[in-house]
């Protein structure tokens, strides 16, 4: 095994992108990376602690000392101060905040104030806001003269005297216009507004279907605050996709970087509530046990009816908490919806349940059980579908994350409702 050089690691690292430093960190077991962040910080770029994964991020900070870590938060722009410091202890957050600049440190404070993903939370309150009656000229000779302000913006935006956003200019416009040319004479006027208490989720949809590469944020007088721009939306997206995908697979964190006890601990609650519905749908079968060991047939089938249940739900559930997310159903199409999905399921359902018809008869030479098994199909894939769009509809409704609790709604329904339609049906036909 090779042993770690910490001079030549650093070297191999110093002019790397923050991003790729950060993974590099990350992927150092425990007794490298405090051997590097304990001394060797300087060598790194200070942006470096805010592309740290979430998962990981607190662990990787302790092992910085504290004057190193308060050096490397005074050089991070405003919304990736606020992501880091905000999952800081009261005690750290004070004496971190206490070593800040006076501006810095208040515009923190005033970021941490606004609830935990909202507009407010992650907006950077460095932007350009004029008024109409600048020329393009005057706009130059005051970026170049200020240092207050952007280093780089998208956005020029356009206020009115009570400091209300009423339209911007993309800056490509001004750089190719006269000196002489008046604002208002270029100004876009269909300006999104963001409110300050917007969820991330909104701030998304409205950049999405919109186009935006940057949005101001307004208090609730509409007086401009800060600006979201689309690379902060770009995280955003990202996190919800993650956070989402996570969910469907019943998992609250990403334990990709965690041990094996504290994954299997948090993966654990989850399995026990599929144990239990497991167990519900076991009940189910042993109501019909005295049929089961008459026709051991019944038992070899009977996986089949709730696995298609199962699939045929699963992919109805996955494109509505999809279109949940963004905002796709309304009042105006939910029982069209509905319907659709419905008929999806009945379709599928009739092609499939012809095709394992057949199978069974010349499986198990009985018509009678290929009958069963084919209506049971047909009728617990248009059940399913219908369950698949009208469960995450409704624990939407209750304002629960239909990414989290669906999917395990749906298990239950469509096992219950698959193995007690097949076994109904088979007793029923069996017993004429």
Not at 69 to 78: H, P, Q, S
Not at 255 to 261: E, N, W
Not at 349 to 356: C, E, F, H, N, Q
Not at 403 to 427: M, P, R, W, Y
């Amino acid at each position: 095994m090779v042993k770690f050089n910490k001079k030549e690691y650093i070297q191999s690292i110093k002019s790397k992108h923050p991003a790729d430093q950060a993974d590099s960190i990350e992927n150092l077991n425990l007794k490298d990376q405090t051997s590097v962040l304990k001394t060797s910080t300087k060598n790194l770029h200070p942006d470096f602690i805010a592309y740290l994964r979430e998962e990981t991020r607190e662990e990787i900070l302790n092992l910085i000392p504290k004057k190193q870590l308060i050096n490397l938060i005074k050089y991070l722009d405003l919304d990736d101060a606020v992501e880091i410091l905000s999952e800081f202890e009261t005690k750290d957050l004070v004496n971190t905040l206490s070593n800040l600049g006076q501006l810095q440190r208040s515009r923190i404070e005033e970021n941490l104030k606004y609830p935990e993903d909202s507009a407010g939370r992650i907006m950077n309150r460095d932007f350009l806001a004029v008024k109409s009656t600048l020329t393009v000229g005057n706009l130059i000779d005051q970026l170049r003269t200020s240092r207050r302000g952007p280093k780089d913006f998208y956005n020029v935006f356009i206020v009115d005297e009570n400091n209300t956003p009423i339209g911007y200019i993309p800056s490509g416009r001004i750089l190719r216009s006269k000196r002489s040319k008046k604002l208002k004479d270029m100004t876009l006027e269909n300006v999104h507004l963001i409110k300050s208490n917007e969820s991330v989720e909104d701030i998304a949809y409205t950049f999405r279907q919109y186009g935006l590469v940057s949005a101001p944020v307004v208090s609730t007088q509409n007086k401009i605050l800060g600006i979201i721009t689309v690379d902060d939306v770009v995280e955003i997206v990202h996190e919800e996709t993650e956070d989402d995908i996570q969910k469907l697979g019943g998992l609250f964190v990403n334990d990709f970087y965690k041990g094996a006890f504290n994954s299997a601990s948090s993966r654990f609650i989850w399995l026990g509530l599929n144990l239990l519905t497991a167990i519900l749908a076991s009940l189910v079968i042993d109501i019909y046990s005295d049929q089961l060991q008459q026709m051991i047939a019944i038992a070899v089938l009977m996986p089949i009816v709730a696995s298609m249940g199962g699939n045929a739900g699963t992919q109805a559930m996955t494109i509505y908490v999809r279109a949940i997310a963004t905002k796709d159903i309304d009042n105006s199409n939910y029982f069209k919806l509905i319907i659709k999905e419905f008929l999806i399921g009945s379709i599928n359902g009739l092609a499939l349940s012809m095709i394992m018809g057949i199978i069974a008869y010349y499986w198990f030479d009985s018509l009678i059980l290929a009958f069963a098994i084919s209506f049971a199909i047909l009728i617990n894939l248009g059940f399913a579908c219908l369950v698949g769009i009208i469960i995450p509809l409704s624990i939407n409704k209750l304002k629960i994350d239909p990414a989290l609790a669906s999917g395990i709604v749906l298990t239950t329904f469509t096992d219950v409702f698959g193995f007690l339609s097949f076994l109904s049906i088979a007793t029923y036909i069996l017993n004429l």
